[in-house]
């Protein structure tokens, strides 16, 4: 089968040499290396949700709960990293640092942020600012 191939040189040699491949020869080496770059955020989309959410480590038994399980996971995973990212232009969080986003922000970091929002967001904004204890009397104790 005939394939295309890209060797791609680092100018200042601080790296190895690298060779991509194309069975698809109509490619620009542009597109060949795009569409490497585009496979590799996939890959690692899937390994996030291997280690976080447990992707490819369910016991079903019918191909029906299979065919619904991963969907069900990715869901989440879609859902936190598009949350975090808004987080990242909120200027109260912490992921928003300058320096933070220069870098690369990684799924765990991302369920940080969303996490640290629920907790403390969320959750002491429906708190009333000046509440009066309750005490429950249990059989006759305060």
């Not at 100018?11 to 040499?17: C, F, L, S, T, W």
């Not at 869901?75 to 232009?89: E, F, H, M, R, V």
């Not at 640290?116 to 002491?124: E, F, K, R, S």
């Not at 509440?131 to 059989?139: G, N, S």
């Amino acid at each position: 089968m005939p394939a295309r191939w890209v060797l791609v040189r680092d100018p200042d040699g601080k790296r190895e040499p690298q060779a991509f491949f194309s069975t698809d020869i109509t490619l620009e080496p542009a597109d060949i290396i795009a569409l490497y770059v585009r496979r590799w955020q996939i890959e690692v989309t899937f390994a996030e949700t291997r280690a976080h959410l447990g992707v490819e480590t369910q016991r079903q038994w019918t191909d029906k709960a299979i065919a619904r399980t991963t969907p069900a996971l990715l869901g989440p995973y879609s859902l936190i990293s598009l949350w975090a990212g808004d987080l990242l232009t909120n200027k109260s969080n912490p992921y928003s640092a300058a320096w933070y986003r220069k870098t690369s922000l990684t799924f765990s970091d991302a369920i940080g942020a969303v996490r640290l929002q629920l907790w403390v967001g969320d959750i002491n904004q429906q708190s009333p600012p000046h509440r009066e204890p309750h005490y429950i009397e249990v059989a006759g104790l305060i």
